[in-house]
């Protein structure tokens, strides 16, 4: 069984900055690919970044791209999601998902998921 546990999510102005963690517990993958999606209301669930472990692969949704940015630290098996220059559209509730099989994808083929941390930015 994996845990995943998302933190610092929260309430900030358009312009600020959040950094999410998402510690990951029981059996790990060191070296599959852990990534971040959210959701905001009423919309589906959408890529946000993802990244290897060990490959230093990594991927940036077009949307994000230049202002956020995924890293990990494997020895805390903790995957981190800096979020700069945050706009009203970011608000959405962020999830944590780890795959159980090799290769970075962009998809919501992800074996296990965090149970969400909510970012709010307001205007």
């Known amino acids: 069984q994996v845990q995943l546990v998302e933190s610092g999510g929260g309430l900030v102005q358009a312009g600020g900055s959040l950094r999410l963690s998402c510690a990951a517990s029981?059996?790990?993958?060191?070296?599959?690919?852990m990534g971040w999606f959210r959701q905001a209301p009423g919309k589906e669930r959408e890529f946000v970044a993802a990244?290897?472990?060990?490959?230093?692969?990594?991927y940036v949704a077009d949307s994000v791209k230049g202002r956020f940015a995924i890293s990990r630290d494997n020895a805390k098996n903790t995957v981190y999601l800096q979020m700069n220059s945050l706009k009203p559209e970011d608000t959405a509730v962020y999830y944590c998902?780890?795959?159980?099989?090799?290769?970075?994808?962009?998809?919501?083929?992800?074996?296990?998921w965090g149970q969400g941390t909510q970012v709010t930015v307001s205007s």
């Open positions: 990244s290897s472990w060990s490959a230093g692969r990594s």
């Open positions: 029981g059996r790990t993958f060191s070296s599959y690919p």
């Open positions: 998902a780890a795959r159980s099989r090799p290769g970075v994808v962009t998809n919501l083929e992800y074996d296990y």
